[in-house]
C-alpha cells in the first residue's frame, strides 16, 4: 500500500506477466494462476524441487491433480505509473511461492498476522477495490475466511499509525483505519513488499513508515522483494532503478551473520538465494534479475 506516483503525463507501462491476455487489451482481466503441494522440477511438471524456468500450463481443471489448485486474479494488461497497482508483477509471484514453500514445509507462518505494506502502488480506490475483488473471487476457491482479510489505504506519505476513522474525499470510509485495526497491525510478526522500489523519494518514506511499523507491539520480520530493471532513457541502459539506495538503508549479512556492506540505522538484511524457492506457481517465468531480503529492525543497531 504505497504513496501514490507518477507525473503529469499518462504514459502507460506493462508488467512481464501477462497470462492469456487478449492483444490490445484494455481494462481488467482475469487469469488463472495455478499450485500445488508438490513444486515444479526443471521440466516444469509438479515432480521435484528445482526452482528454475517452467513451462506454461493451460488452467483448466481437467490438467490437475486432486491437490492442485486455481489463484484467480483480476488485474490490468496495461496501466499508468500511479495506477501499477492494478497489474501482475513477477516478483509478487516469486514472492507467493516463497509463503507457500514456507507454508507447506513448516509451521513458520501458522496463525500469524501479515501484512502486505506494498505490491505495487496499491493507492486509490480504483486498486483498493480490485484488490478486495480478488480476495472475494478467491476466498471461496482457496478455503479462507474473507472476514480475515483486511484491505486498508496505507499512504506512506503519512508515516505510521495511519488516520483512524476521518473520511476525506480520496480514501472511501471502507478503507480508512480503526483504533482496533491499528492496535492489531501491531502485533502483526510477518510483513511483505514486492516491486515498491523504483523511486528515491518512495524508498525513503518506505523505510520510513516500515519503522515505525516494526518499532511497534511485536517482533517483526520483512520480507522484501526488489531488483526491476527498465530501460532508462537518462542512461540509455536497462538499469535497476533506486535499488542502489534501497540497499543503503540496511546492513547486509551473511549466511554466518557478519556484515558485509552497508550502513543502514538499526535495520540489518540478508540475502535469500530465489535458487532454493522451489516453483509452485506455475504460469511464470522467474528470471534471474530477482532479490528477496528478509530485513530486520532493532532500535539499539548502531550504524557501522
Known sequence: MEAGGG?????QVMSEVHLGCPPHFSGLHISHFSFSSRPLGPSGDNDGV???GSELAAATSGSFRSDCHLLTIQHGVTSSLKSVGLQVWKAALLLGDFVLHKSFSSSNFDG???IETGAGTDRGTDILDNCVANVHINSGMLKF???KVCVRELDWKTS???PVGTHVPSNPSRYIWSTSEVEEAEKATVLFAA????????TDLFFG???KLMSCGAKKVLYSLEKRYNFSLDELDVVANGYAHFR???TAQDGHGDPIDGYGPGFVGKQIDPAEIPQYIREYERGKDLELWKIMYSPDQKQQ
Do not use: M
Not at 507525473?7 to 504514459?11: H, P, R, S, V, Y
Not at 516491486?195 to 518512495?202: E, H, R, W
Open 7 to 11: 507525473g503529469a503525463e499518462e504514459e
Open 209 to 211: 513508515t516500515v519503522k
Open 248 to 250: 543503503s538503508f540496511f
Open 145 to 147: 475466511d474473507e472476514a
Open 50 to 52: 528445482g526452482g528454475g
Open 195 to 202: 516491486d515498491v522500489i523504483y523511486s528515491d523519494d518512495l
Open 112 to 114: 500469524v498476522t501479515a
Open 160 to 162: 505510521w499509525p495511519p
